[in-house]
């Protein structure tokens, strides 16, 4: 059993911390809004309010955190595919978080998203720790709850 932290527990990861859940993961999911807490506690994971451009509010979240899925596709704040997330990977060396799941599709402006996807590769390169990139178009998501799920589980090994 891993502990997965879900930054970005919308409906999107909801639905993924659910399928995590049902394979015996331990997970937590943030969410900006309090109001948002029971329906990710009804996915089975702990929900706690967070704010991925205010890491201060993420770092102690990941105590006791395998992986960490950043499902941001949707999210159009440009930090949290460039310097957000670059200073959060950077982070990650000194923690027992091993691994990275990063949506690489969405509506962000693509741009933004290859920026992120490349941080995500180097980081994966320079601290040794496995990555995966969600290609899948959230707007199918069948599809992109199958890739996901199937994602965390090639970082778990």
């Known amino acids: 059993m891993a502990r997965v932290l879900i930054v970005g ?3 999107r990861g909801r639905e993924l911390a659910a399928a995590l859940v049902a394979d015996g993961h331990a997970v ?5 809004h309090e109001d948002s807490i029971s329906e990710i506690e009804a996915a089975g994971a702990q929900a706690v309010v967070a704010d991925p451009d205010r890491l201060a509010t993420l770092l102690p979240l990941i105590e006791g955190v395998s992986i960490i899925c950043w499902l941001m596709g949707t999210a159009a704040a440009p930090a949290l595919h460039g310097p957000r997330l670059r200073s959060i990977v950077e982070k990650l060396v000194d923690t027992p978080v091993r691994g990275f799941v990063y949506e690489e599709a969405g509506s962000v402006e693509q741009d933004r998203l290859e920026e992120g996807a490349a941080i995500v590769r180097e980081a994966g390169e320079v601290y040794r720790m496995p990555v995966e990139l969600l290609e899948q178009d959230p707007a199918d998501r069948a ?11 090639r970082v778990l090994g």
């Open 28 to 32: 937590r999911g943030t969410t900006r």
């Open 9 to 11: 527990c919308g409906c």
């Open 143 to 153: 599809a992109w709850l199958g890739e996901a799920t199937a994602a965390v589980r």
